[in-house]
């Protein structure tokens, strides 16, 4: 069978069993007993329409064969329709199928007739008294039915019949059984619910006259507590019309915060079968209602409910509670002791204060005179009660009260009459308050308000207090003293002090105070009112008022002029002093390097005589030159770590390789440690670059060898080691001196003496040395110290007495790509241009040389050694100058002084400094911006070309 086939059967029973639930939604099931006939009737032409409907919707198998559920739909009509409907079914849709026609017509017909005669005979064939029939009985009720369909395939012709049974025969025994079983049990429950809906319906009119005439609102629900019924008072109560309220619930008239304990109540009612209690209801108009709902059990399903509205009672009985409560609170919760009396002055009620305050008890006083529990009143009090009772009203703000032990408690008292509800004074009320607390307080803060005015009248500092626009409020003897101005000369002014270009700050400083900052002992200047200008250290402070506002400032001033004079002048001698030292460890210095610098010319001079020696060979003589031009480089080099050591070398920051800075002065260290010395060295892998001067790399090493060197006493080791370190938060946190982020390592270390915790302490300070005199100027950890800070970086030293020292040091790391490194001997043949340049140098043979240097490239060189010279040629010059090269210190003008006045001229034109000296001039703490281009005297042709063109071209 194809595939199509069994989907168009599977639709067909789906229609089938549609049209039946719309059969029972249509009710045709007959509701009474007239006319059982024509009841009858129209349910078989109902169901004779069904089958119309499924065999208009069948599978057509061809040779005028047709297959649909009609077989379903009349054999389970002839099973519990009976012979009317079944016989009227029959008949219609036998006429139907007649009219199709086709080769299949006469089976058709039969298992038409076949169908309804089969479900007719099965019906006869029960008991009457059995119940509905079960699924196994109606699935073999299907069977036998369709069986026989089967069967009347055989009254076509035998090869059709043949094709049609082999193939229909699977899906009919499955199907049409499957659908036989279910429209079985929808009809057998569609039975079984209409003969309870009877019974219901005759309890429900036992019961409607009652309900309907009852005065309470009576409900009816089901176990979902779903409105089945509700009376005409249920209505009047609910503002819900009867329609309205049997398609509602319980829940739909319970407010939301009420809904938990409503569900609880009618859980109740299920276990127990009946409840009573007190709940609260919405209205339709939106209003609370309070309602008595009793309820019982009426059935498996329903459940009797009556209400009662008791919310007018309930409202007045709260509304008198709550009146009631008030009061009660008012009195126990009031600043003052409370005591009501009648007109006979016996207590009606007294404050737990009263109480309290009085030290009696509430049983011992309600109902007895007030002269009873106080037969000692004063006369004065017996007074103010007559009045009371008169209506007039007595108190007093702070009356003295004295006890029976002779101290004095201060009160604040009221008395006055209270009325009846005809207005007659019913009695009187009397309000006491102690206050001798306050009284106390009061007396005590005006002594310490004197007591401190006082002091602050006797102090030596200025003390005034300002409001927040800086306005003085009071102003002290030692303020007049100090500044000049006496108090009416102040007070609801201006602070007058402040000099006119410190104004902004000083209402900045009165913005911060009054926002809740406080600081201690800034130092500033003020004026005097002669005009002097006077240093003071100054404190201020916010004041608060009682809601902890900040409505003023307090301020202390104390003069510092003189203190401050003894300072500097303090400062300046210890300036002195350490200068003189650092001339004395300069000079020791300058030996150590002149020896150098004297190896350096012997060189040179050898190299020199080898030239003049071996003129016949030019090869002899380029390598000689070769030789005297490096020995000046490392001559050059000395110079510029004596300049280093001074501190007036401005460093250019380079992107460097620490591990080929430290390899390219390995031979020089060795030299310098001598033999008896092992110097060994261990480089990190894959170090990251930093940024910094490299000749400050080599005062480093040399520093930190140095010491090594003279901590080791005969034989030892010092050992070089880079790396890589990274350090968080949460490390730093726990060791003081590291400082977060990623660092290269430079380290140092030795097998020599170490050193003790004390000497550790005083490492970098300038002169601090252990050595002996004239063995060490003591500014060696001192000037590394300065380099690596310099350098955003820091240091840490390990050392132990006997165990030898550590020193490492970590640099910033740079994400920048390193620089490489060109050899001054090369010539860079794209050095050349033939821009003009304007060159001024005050000695005139480096002026002739750099002149001829540059010539040599191609350059127009204008020179001067005169700097006012320059600036004039540059006004008159009527062509453009691409280039100016300055030395940085110059008489009457500067390079930084001159390079603004001919930018003046050129706004565009390019700028090289050049020095053998300083360039603080043109640096910032020592350190070159990355927009200033400098060159380090001495230089080599190739070097200027190169730094020339550089700069023209950046």
């Not at 401190?452 to 003390?463: C, F, G, K, Q, Y």
């Amino acid at each position: 069978m194809h595939f199509s086939g069994i989907v168009e059967l599977l639709n067909n029973a789906a229609l089938l069993l549609a049209l039946g639930l719309i059969y029972d939604t249509l009710g045709f099931w007959p509701r009474a007993k007239k006319h059982p006939k024509l009841i009858g009737i129209l349910t078989g032409a109902f169901l004779g329409l069904v089958g119309i409907a499924l065999m208009m919707n069948s599978w057509d198998f061809g040779d005028g064969v047709i297959f649909d559920t009609r077989s379903v739909i009349l054999c389970i009509s002839g099973l519990f329709f009976g012979g009317i409907p079944t016989v009227v079914a029959m008949v219609i849709t036998s006429i139907y199928r007649l009219s199709l026609g086709g080769g299949g017509a006469l089976a058709g017909i039969c298992v038409i007739y076949t169908s309804g005669a089969i479900g007719l005979g099965w019906r006869h064939f029960r008991s009457k008294g059995q119940k509905n029939p079960s699924i196994s009985e109606l699935l073999l009720f299907g069977i036998v039915v369709h069986l026989v369909m089967l069967a009347c395939m055989l009254l076509m012709p035998w090869q059709t019949a043949v094709r049609i049974i082999s193939t229909v025969t699977l899906p009919v025994l499955t199907i049409y059984p499957a659908a036989t079983v279910v429209l079985g049990k929808l009809l057998a429950n569609i039975s079984k619910r209409r003969l309870l809906e009877n019974e219901t319906r005759k309890n429900e009119q036992k019961w409607r006259a009652y309900i309907e005439s009852a005065p309470l609102g009576v409900f009816i629900t089901n176990r979902k507590g779903e409105y089945l019924e509700v009376n005409p008072a249920a209505s009047e109560i609910t503002g819900y019309s009867r329609e309205e309220l049997l398609n509602m619930s319980i829940p739909d008239l319970l407010p939301r915060d009420n809904l938990e304990s409503g569900v609880s109540h009618f859980q109740q009612l299920l276990e127990k079968g009946s409840s009573v209690g007190e709940m609260s209801f919405i209205k339709k108009n939106g209003d609370t209602r309070n309602w008595i709902v009793s309820a019982v059990r009426l059935s498996d399903d329903r459940f009797l409910g009556y209400v009662e509205d008791i919310t007018e009672r309930k409202l007045a009985e709260e509304k008198f509670q709550h009146s009631y409560d008030l009061m009660h609170y008012i009195i126990e919760h009031a600043n003052s002791a409370i005591a009501v009396h009648d007109r006979n002055l016996k207590y009606l009620f007294v404050s737990q204060r009263y109480l309290d305050e009085y030290g009696v008890k509430e049983k011992d006083i309600i109902g007895k005179h007030h002269y009873e529990v106080f037969p000692d009143l004063p006369q004065k009090w017996r007074d103010v009660h007559q009045k009371a009772l008169a209506g007039e009203v007595s108190r007093a703000d702070c009356d003295p009260y004295y006890r029976d032990d002779g101290s004095v408690e201060w009160t604040a008292w009221e008395c006055r009459p209270w009325h009846d509800n005809d207005g007659s004074i019913g009695g009187l009320i009397v309000f006491t308050r102690v206050i001798t607390e306050q009284v106390l307080a009061a007396n005590a803060l005006r002594e310490s308000l004197e007591a401190n005015r006082a002091i602050i009248e006797a102090s030596p500092l200025a003390i005034y207090s300002l409001t927040p626009e800086g306005h003085v409020k009071t102003w002290n003897l030692a303020a007049e003293r100090i500044f000049g101005w006496k108090e009416d000369e102040v007070l609801d002014r201006i602070l007058p002090i402040v000099q006119e270009d410190q104004k902004d700050h000083f209402h900045s400083l009165c913005k911060s105070v009054i926002n809740g900052e406080t600081f201690s002992q800034l130092e500033i200047t003020r004026q005097r009112k002669d005009g002097s200008q006077i240093e003071i250290s100054l404190s201020e402070s916010p004041i608060f008022n009682s809601n902890k506002q900040p409505v003023g400032i307090i301020a202390i001033a104390e003069d510092i002029t003189e203190r401050k004079k003894a300072e500097r002048e303090k400062e300046r001698l210890n300036e002195d002093l350490i200068q003189s030292q650092k001339l004395e460890s300069v000079g020791r210095l300058a030996g150590g390097v002149a020896h150098d610098f004297n190896n350096m010319l012997s060189v040179i001079l050898g190299y020199a005589e080898l030239a003049e020696q071996n003129l016949e060979s030019e090869e002899n003589v380029r390598l000689s030159l070769k030789e005297i031009r490096n020995a000046a480089k490392k001559s050059a080099d000395i110079t510029r770590q004596l300049l280093g050591f001074s501190r007036k070398q401005t460093i250019s920051p380079e992107v460097l390789d620490l591990n080929r800075m430290v390899e390219s002065v390995l031979k020089m260290l060795r030299r310098l440690l001598g033999e008896d010395i092992d110097l060994a060295w261990f480089p990190g892998a894959s170090i990251w670059p930093i940024k910094m001067d490299p000749s400050q790399i080599d005062q480093i090493l040399v520093n930190l060898c140095v010491n090594a060197r003279d901590a080791i006493d005969d034989v030892g080791k010092i050992t070089i080691e880079t790396g890589v370190r990274s350090f968080d938060e949460a490390y730093c946190n726990d060791h003081a001196d590291f400082v977060p982020g990623e660092f290269v390592m430079l380290s140092v270390s030795d097998d020599g003496c170490g050193m003790s915790k004390e000497v550790m302490q005083h490492l970098f300070e300038p002169f601090f040395t252990t050595k002996e005199m004239g063995k060490g100027s003591g500014l060696g950890l001192a000037t590394v110290y300065g380099i690596v800070k310099q350098n955003n970086g820091f240091i840490n030293i390990y050392s132990e007495p006997g165990q030898g020292t550590a020193v490492r040091i970590y640099f910033r790391r740079t994400d920048a790509p390193i620089e490489s490194i060109q050899e001054d001997s090369e010539t860079n043949v794209d050095s050349g241009g033939t821009e003009t340049v304007l060159l001024v140098e005050d000695e005139e043979k480096i002026l002739r040389l750099t002149k001829t240097m540059l010539e040599r490239y191609g350059y127009a060189v204008v020179a001067f050694t005169d700097a006012e010279e320059a600036v004039r040629f540059a006004r008159e010059h009527p062509g453009t100058i691409q280039i100016l090269i300055t030395d940085v210190v110059m008489p009457k003008m500067n390079g930084r002084q001159l390079a603004r006045e001919i930018q003046n001229v050129y706004p565009s034109i390019k700028v090289l400094y050049v020095s053998g000296y300083t360039a603080n001039v043109i640096a910032h703490r020592g350190v070159l911006d990355k927009d200033v281009h400098f060159l380090q005297k001495p230089f080599s042709q190739g070097k200027l070309a190169a730094k020339v063109r550089e700069v023209i071209d950046e």
